[in-house]
C-alpha cells in the first residue's frame, strides 16, 4: 500500500477478508466502511503535513524559501492527490476484474504520473534555461 501505513493495510485485508465471507450483498456496506476509514486516515496526514508545513515556513526552512522550483508544491499535491484516489480505484478494479482491473488500474496512475512529471520537468528546464539567458 502507497501509504506506509500498517493499520490501513490490516483495515484492507480485513474488508476484503469479511467480503469474501459474506459475499456480494454486503460490498457496498464493507466498502463505504473502508473508505470512511481512509478519509479519516487522509485527513490527519494531510493536517499533520499542513502543521509541518506551516511550522517550516515559520521557522524560514519551507523549501519554495530554499530555492526549490516554483511548480513543487503542485506536482507533490497531484503525486499525492492520484495516491490517495489510487486506493479506492484499485479496490473497485479488483473487485470487478480482478488481478487484471488492478493491473489496469495503477497502469493508468502511473502513466497520468508519468506524464504529469514529464511534463512539470520540461517546464522547469525551460524556466532555468530563460533565467540563464537574463
Known amino acids: 500500500m502507497a501509504t506506509g ?8 485485508d480485513a ?5 469474501k465471507e459474506l459475499g456480494p450483498d454486503y460490498e457496498d456496506g464493507l466498502l463505504d466502511s473502508f473508505v470512511e476509514k481512509l478519509d479519516r486516515t487522509v485527513e490527519q496526514q494531510v493536517r499533520r503535513r499542513l502543521a509541518e508545513r506551516q511550522l517550516q515556513v515559520a521557522r524560514g526552512t519551507h523549501p519554495r524559501q530554499q530555492g526549490l522550483p516554483s511548480g513543487f508544491g503542485e506536482r507533490f ?10 486506493v479506492p480505484l484499485s479496490a473497485i478494479g479488483a473487485v470487478n476484474a480482478g488481478l487484471a482491473g488492478l493491473l489496469v488500474t495503477w497502469a493508468g496512475i502511473v502513466g497520468v504520473n508519468v506524464a504529469q512529471a514529464s511534463h512539470a520537468f520540461g517546464r522547469s528546464r525551460r524556466e532555468r534555461a530563460a533565467r540563464d539567458d537574463d
Open 15 to 19: 474488508t476484503l477478508h469479511a467480503r
Open 5 to 12: 501505513d500498517p493499520e490501513l493495510r490490516k483495515e484492507l
Open 77 to 86: 499535491g497531484f503525486a499525492a492527490t492520484s495516491l490517495v484516489l489510487a
